[in-house]
């Protein structure tokens, strides 16, 4: 039996689409709510192990969990880091996001981490998850042409050097991360403001200058599509905890809301 084990999300970006990849960010740091969001329509979730407590040792769980539905999962790592890297790929992520990358050198040190030689320095184990514990045969000959790296740019200084770090061999997509370009901007909180949705449409038209695919996250369906709209390859939307505490509040407001109105009818008929 032979098991596919090219990437998907690589495909995704190489498709001609009505829409471009659609995702979310994976926030709770469980399984269950994992899959339950890659079941809502998602191209792709975002696995964040930077901002999350998602350890290595869970991270299969997750993987698995995402692995039920049709979205692609993405693995945002910590840092950039080879050993992390490493046993990332190892515990079965195919597609990787390295944060706070901020030169070509950064970059070239990310594609290296996830790259068997001699293309780069990623260790060699022969049972793994990523190989389905052996049960691919060719898994060290293929690895890394499936194996997926995408930059993350978060300052002005890095989205200046878009072009020469996307030229980096091995660099498949980068991803302008707005949270933290705005507060490097001095705009911290305001991804709308004037000066930072200038520098993000500047960044989607250089990186569809030479062709490389470029990825954002907005917080909601209208910034997302202004996103779009600039250029943007592949985006995605708030996250699993924001899309249910803010639907909680909604309707819990509402009740509260009614409950309130009803009381102050009562209140104005004696």
């Known amino acids: 039996m032979t098991i596919d084990i090219s990437n998907r999300f690589r495909r995704m970006l190489q498709e001609e689409r009505a829409m471009p990849p659609l995702g979310t ?6 399984p269950g709510p994992s899959e339950a969001i890659g079941h809502c329509g998602f ?19 997750i993987l698995r969990a995402v692995g039920c539905t049709p979205a692609e999962p993405v693995v945002r790592l910590p840092w950039n880091d080879k050993v992390t890297i490493k046993k990332v790929l190892d515990a079965g992520a195919q597609t990787i996001m390295i944060p ?7 970059a070239e040190a990310a594609v290296a981490a996830a790259k068997y030689p001699p293309v780069g320095v990623r260790g060699v184990a022969a049972i793994h998850r990523a190989s389905r514990f052996g049960a691919v045969p060719d898994y060290l000959k293929r690895a890394n042409d499936e194996t997926m790296v995408i930059v993350q740019l978060e300052t002005p200084e890095a989205v200046s ?8 061999p091995g660099v498949d997509a980068v991803f302008v991360g707005p949270g933290d370009l705005s507060a490097s901007m001095g705009h911290i909180g305001d991804i709308g403001h004037d000066e930072v949705q200038a520098a993000l449409a500047n960044a989607a038209e250089a990186a569809r200058e030479i ?60």
């Not at 960010?25 to 469980?30: H, R």
């Not at 907005?218 to 943007?232: C, I, S, T």
Request: charged share 25%; aromatic share 8%.
């Open 161 to 168: 050097r878009l072009k020469d770090i996307a030229a980096v």
């Open 43 to 61: 191209d792709f979730v975002v696995v964040d192990m930077e901002h999350v407590p998602v350890e290595v040792g869970q991270l299969p769980e």
């Open 25 to 30: 960010w994976l926030m709770s740091a469980a």
């Open 100 to 106: 706070f990358v901020e030169t070509a050198e950064e």
């Open 211 to 270: 062709g490389t695919p470029i990825g954002i996250v907005g917080p909601n369906p209208a910034m997302v599509r202004k996103f779009l709209d600039y250029g943007y390859s592949f985006s995605a939307m708030a996250s699993d905890i924001a899309m249910m505490t803010g639907r909680a509040r909604d309707w819990l407001g509402e009740l509260k809301g009614q409950t309130a109105e009803k009381q102050q009818k009562t209140t104005s008929a004696y």
